[in-house]
Nanobody, 126 residues
Framework: QVHLVESGGGLVQAGGSLKLSCVFS????????MGWFRQAPGRDRGGVAA???????GYVDSVKGRFTISKDNAKSTLHLEMRGLKAEDTATYYC????????????????????WGQGTQVTVSS
């Protein structure tokens, strides 16, 4: 079992920045691909960014150039640095982990993700 705990969410004004963190523990030797998803009220949970074992990263188009995903293996922590936040970024953000290796084309498909955190709320005021 893999445990994921997110932190760093909060309320920020449009144009501001936040850095989310996800500490992973447990059977992490089975985890290779990690990512961030988000879910706004009344909407499906969708992929935001993912990073593979080779540090190859993928982003949904709406966050490219504004968000950066990174992983610190020594600290067992995944980060999502968010800049230039917009009201439409408001959502609950979830950390996810998968036993897939390098970043697949279908990384945003929820079916390939095995482990999920409880989520952290990000609210951007306009």
């Amino acid at each position: 079992q893999v445990h994921l705990v997110e932190s760093g969410g909060g309320l920020v004004q449009a144009g501001g920045s936040l850095k989310l963190s996800c500490v992973f523990s447990g059977s992490t030797e089975r985890v290779y691909l990690m990512g961030w998803f988000r879910q706004a009220p009344g909407r499906d949970r969708g992929g935001v960014a993912a990073i593979g074992t080779d540090d190859n990263a993928g982003y949904v188009d709406s966050v490219k150039g504004r968000f950066t995903i990174s992983k610190d293996n020594a600290k067992s922590t995944l980060h999502l640095e968010m800049r230039g936040l917009k009201a439409e970024d408001t959502a609950t953000y979830y950390c996810a982990a998968s036993t897939w290796g390098s970043l697949p084309i279908q990384w945003a498909n929820r079916e390939i993700w095995s482990y999920w955190g409880q989520g952290t709320q990000v609210t951007v005021s306009s």
